[in-house]
């Protein structure tokens, strides 16, 4: 009870938390980001072979389909299920068994933290939340690698400026769980407690120990508000770069969602 009052504690305060003594292992984690590390070193025309990004695949500097811009390269991969899709087959075998392995684990994560969200509002069934994640062969899950290279553009500006790596925004699932290497870069918008509603980038030391567990705009709804989705980018850095990976977990995209009766 102590533990799912912290996370609800942290969910509403700043809309996310930090992940410690999670049990997933260092080799789970290297692995993938290993297979990420050596894509993202391959020969331009061969990265490119794996997209473009439409919206799953290869994408670089184009985010989406809106024409947002952005310094890095990701590679989107569909999850059917337990495991990658095969709509979006991975460049190949290693990365999409690393992958499948870390989504597992990912899977887990995101039932235990669904589970004490439900547990700390008092909803039953505790499963209601994370069952339309992980029990619900629809759901709507990613996995999305990214890749922010070293900016050369910052040695020339003014030291309180950073060139964009990723705009600032919200995630539309239910959850978010974001691990990264040791390169800063991740920023959050904190708001002041003040009727204007005024906000504060704060920058998320890096901790490749731990994950970081983002509230989305799914759970802001189901939540009745209750728990707040939080405004993040990504800020480039000028001489190291930075590899983040995140999965993202919600409900199916058909199935029409509103705030839980008991949160009314």
């Known amino acids: 009870p102590g533990a799912a009052r912290d996370v609800i504690r942290a969910c509403e305060r700043f809309g996310f938390l930090k992940v410690v003594s999670h049990g997933v292992g260092e080799g789970v984690v290297g692995r993938l980001e290993a297979e990420a590390v050596r894509f993202f070193a391959s020969p331009q025309a061969v990265k490119d072979a794996h997209g ?141 407690d003040d009727a204007a509603g005024d906000h504060q980038w704060v920058t998320v030391p890096p901790d490749p120990t731990s994950f970081l567990v983002i509230v989305g705009d799914s759970l802001q709804v189901m939540t009745n508000g209750r728990l707040r989705s939080v405004r993040h980018r990504v800020v480039a850095n000028k001489l190291k770069s930075r590899v983040s990976m995140i999965y993202f977990g919600g409900p199916p995209l058909e199935q029409r969602i509103a705030p839980l009766r008991q949160l009314l």
Request: with cysteine.
């Open 52 to 192: 473009p990004a439409s919206p799953f695949g290869y994408g670089n500097k184009r985010i989406g389909r809106n024409g947002d811009m952005g310094w890095l390269e990701y590679l989107l991969l569909a999850i059917d299920g337990e495991s990658l899709s095969r709509a979006s087959p991975a460049p190949s075998s290693s990365l999409r068994d690393a992958a499948n392995e870390y989504v597992g684990a990912m899977r887990r994560m995101a039932r235990t933290v669904l589970e004490m969200v439900a547990e700390g509002l008092g909803v039953t069934p505790r499963g209601a939340l994370a069952d339309m994640v992980v029990a619900d062969a629809a759901s709507d899950q990613l996995l999305r690698l990214n890749h922010y290279p070293p900016c050369p553009l910052l040695q020339n500006l003014m030291p309180n400026c950073s060139p964009t790596g990723f705009g600032e925004h919200t995630d539309p699932q239910l959850i978010s769980i974001l691990h990264s290497n040791s390169t800063s870069g991740l920023q959050v918008a904190l708001h002041h």
